[in-house]
């Protein structure tokens, strides 16, 4: 120790020169060691050093992505927090790939031969994953300006669906048959959706009758407003009105329009005032009619002739 105390007071220029040409040459040449491949321009090295900057570079992004996204949700309710946070995730993959790139071009390496070498590989994972990226892109749509929320009833190729969950790349619903069906978030932005609850939580629904000709139409529009009026699903306000439709062919059409709170419920509520409908009619002798056709036949002079023929010729005989 004594020794080395004494090196240092007497000699401080080759103090210097040992830490610059052995310490951090050695330093250096770790740093270096690797694999290389290619010369000149073209050429790839793949080092300690890389890859020590690669995995700082990734702690940092980690680091400051984690910031970002609790600056960026510390305000939020927990559903759209948890929506958030699965729109950020996809978005992370993208920022770690571009933080990969930028990280070995400071390193010196070409990273045009990279791209270039991989750019079929893109291509064709592109095509294969096209579908894949229009749920996920319509996903971040419907999740940030809130299109579809949980809880809304929509039509979807002609089915009536409660949805349930909405995910990056699917939605979830709930049938009226308490079937699950798998949505792609794709279909919501290139199909016409019809919902029945973003207008207001009220929907209007209607039953048609039809009543023979003769019958007292006031009486049964009294009676079809009686039925809805006593039915507890059926909303007061507001409230339920009878349409005389149309002249039809063996019947008078009557249309009951009313408003109820779930139109989700909507078959079972038409149901029961069917029953209603069919049972104060029958009380008060007011006749459904079945469809009825009247059959006329024709016969022509040519038939008519051969007809007569034939009958003349048996008398004969």
């Given at each position: 120790?004594?020794?080395?105390?004494?090196?240092?007071?007497?000699?401080?220029g080759?103090?210097?020169?040992?830490?610059?040409?052995?310490?951090?040459?050695?330093?250096?040449?770790?740093?270096?060691?690797?694999?290389?491949?290619?010369?000149?321009?073209?050429?790839?090295?793949i080092?300690?050093?890389?890859?020590?900057?690669?995995?700082?570079?990734?702690?940092?992004?980690?680091?400051?992505?984690?910031?970002?996204?609790?600056?960026?949700?510390?305000?939020?309710?927990?559903?759209?927090?948890?929506?958030?946070?699965?729109?950020?995730?996809?978005i992370?993959?993208?920022?770690?790939?571009?933080?990969?790139?930028?990280?070995?071009?400071?390193?010196?390496?070409?990273?045009?031969i990279?791209?270039?070498?991989?750019?079929?590989l893109?291509?064709?994972?592109?095509?294969?994953?096209?579908?894949?990226?229009?749920?996920?892109?319509?996903?971040?749509?419907?999740?940030?300006?809130k299109?579809?929320?949980?809880?809304d009833?929509?039509?979807?190729?002609?089915?009536?669906?409660?949805?349930f969950?909405?995910?990056?790349?699917?939605?979830?619903?709930?049938?009226?048959?308490?079937?699950?069906?798998?949505?792609?978030?794709?279909?919501?932005?290139?199909?016409?959706?019809?919902?029945?609850?973003?207008?207001?939580?009220?929907?209007?629904?209607?039953?048609?009758?039809?009543?023979a000709?003769?019958?007292?139409?006031?009486?049964?529009?009294?009676?079809?407003?009686?039925?809805?009026?006593?039915?507890?699903?059926?909303?007061?306000?507001?409230?339920?009105v009878?349409l005389?439709?149309?002249?039809?062919?063996?019947?008078?059409?009557f249309?009951?329009?009313?408003?109820?709170?779930?139109s989700?419920f909507s078959?079972?509520?038409?149901?029961?005032?069917?029953?209603k409908?069919?049972?104060?009619?029958?009380?008060?002798?007011?006749?459904?009619?079945?469809?009825?056709r009247?059959?006329?036949?024709?016969?022509?002079?040519?038939?008519?002739?051969?007809?007569?023929?034939?009958?003349?010729?048996?008398?004969?005989?």
């Open positions: 120790m004594v020794a080395i105390l004494s090196f240092v007071q007497d000699k401080p080759k103090l210097e020169d040992f830490l610059q040409k052995d310490v951090w040459g050695t330093i250096k040449e770790v740093l270096n060691m690797g694999l290389h491949f290619g010369e000149g321009e073209k050429s790839v090295h080092t300690i050093g890389l890859l020590l900057l690669l995995i700082f570079a990734f702690l940092a992004t980690s680091f400051l992505l984690k910031w970002l996204r609790h600056l960026l949700t510390r305000k939020m309710q927990g559903d759209d927090k948890l929506k958030f946070i699965s729109i950020f995730k996809f992370k993959y993208f920022i770690y790939i571009a933080v990969i790139l930028v990280t070995m071009s400071a390193a010196g390496i070409n990273i045009t990279l791209i270039t070498a991989s750019a079929a893109f291509v064709g994972l592109g095509l294969a994953l096209q579908e894949l990226f229009q749920d996920v892109i319509a996903g971040i749509f419907i999740i940030t300006d299109s579809l929320l949980v809880g009833i929509i039509e979807v190729d002609g089915k009536v669906v409660r949805v969950e909405i995910k990056l790349r699917t939605t979830r619903a709930i049938t009226r048959d308490d079937k699950v069906i798998i949505i792609p978030n794709h279909k919501f932005i290139s199909d016409v959706i019809y919902s029945h609850t973003q207008n207001r939580n009220t929907t209007r629904e209607s039953v048609s009758v039809g009543v000709y003769g019958s007292d139409v006031d009486k049964v529009s009294q009676l079809l407003l009686d039925c809805a009026l006593q039915h507890p699903d059926v909303l007061k306000t507001p409230e339920p009878v005389f439709e149309d002249f039809g062919d063996s019947a008078l059409l249309g009951l329009k009313f408003h109820i709170s779930d989700f078959p079972n509520i038409k149901s029961e005032l069917r029953y409908i069919d049972r104060a009619f029958r009380e008060n002798q007011i006749t459904i009619p079945f469809p009825q009247d059959v006329h036949l024709y016969q022509n002079a040519a038939f008519q002739v051969r007809q007569k023929i034939t009958k003349e010729g048996k008398a004969r005989e």
